[in-house]
């Protein structure tokens, strides 16, 4: 019987140094409640290096990248708004269209 693979993005996910964050709050099909998540994680957190905006969206950008091609396509888009959620949460300016202002 082969080993299971060893997994360290979701140790890295599941036990941060940095944020404690509940349990499946990545597969919550409500991008509201997994920015509302986050932002409380990352404002208790007293380990975190970064303040909690920074921290809040690394975690939600470092599970996405890392999930990858295993992450359903609804999934993923849940995800990325939950990263719009997350800057309006901390009342910051909306993402900038990829591209923008690029001279070719």
Request: aromatic share 6%.
């Amino acid at each position: 019987m082969a080993e299971p693979k060893h997994r360290w993005s979701k140790t890295v996910t599941e036990h941060s140094d940095a944020l404690d964050l509940k349990k499946d709050v990545f597969s919550d099909h409500d991008p509201k409640a997994i920015a509302r998540s986050l932002k409380r994680s990352a404002e208790a957190s007293h380990r975190r290096k970064a303040e909690p905006y920074r921290s809040a969206m690394s975690m939600l950008t470092f599970y996405i990248n890392r999930a990858g091609d295993n992450l359903e396509p609804a999934q993923r888009k849940v995800l990325e708004a939950a990263k719009g959620e997350l800057r309006e949460l901390f009342h910051r300016p909306p993402a900038r269209a990829s591209g923008q202002g690029l001279a070719l």
